[in-house]
């Protein structure tokens, strides 16, 4: 299994970024997958998932309304749209695989997931 991220960078304020997750080694269309994040000096917070088909997302308060998750399941590949960013968004971001196939629960819990990529920086900054 290969989690591949990319697409973070430096931000101001109210800016916006694109996260991309390209994932291999695995029935990627049969898997949930979610994004994490680990801010300097803190522990791994889970910021959002996405059930295996795409059709239902869900979202850490910290960022609901601001953050889209997708799945495209040609492609192998999930995103992560971050509008409208603030300082406390800075973090190293990861794609995480969740352990089991056509299921999705406790998906807030980073325990649930076999697998991280090695994360994208994403600061926010002016």
């Known amino acids: 299994v290969q989690l591949v991220e990319s697409g973070g960078g430096l931000a101001p304020p109210g800016g916006s970024l694109t996260l991309s997750c390209a994932a291999s080694?695995?029935?990627?269309?049969?898997?949930?997958m979610s994004w994490a994040r680990r801010a300097p000096g803190k522990g791994a917070e889970w910021v959002a998932g996405?059930?295996?088909?795409?059709?239902?997302?869900y979202y850490s308060d910290a960022v609901k309304g601001r953050f889209t998750i997708s799945k495209n399941n040609a492609n192998n590949t999930i995103y992560l749209q971050m509008n409208n960013l603030k300082p406390e968004d800075t973090a190293q971001y990861f794609c995480?695989?969740?352990?089991?196939?056509?299921?999705?629960?406790?998906?807030?819990?980073?325990?649930?997931?076999?697998?991280w990529g090695k994360g994208s920086q994403v600061t926010v900054s002016s």
């Open positions: 995480l695989k969740y352990r089991l196939k056509r299921y999705f629960a406790d998906y807030d819990k980073v325990g649930e997931y076999d697998y």
């Open positions: 996405i059930t295996h088909d795409g059709t239902n997302t």
């Open positions: 080694g695995f029935w990627f269309s049969q898997f949930a």
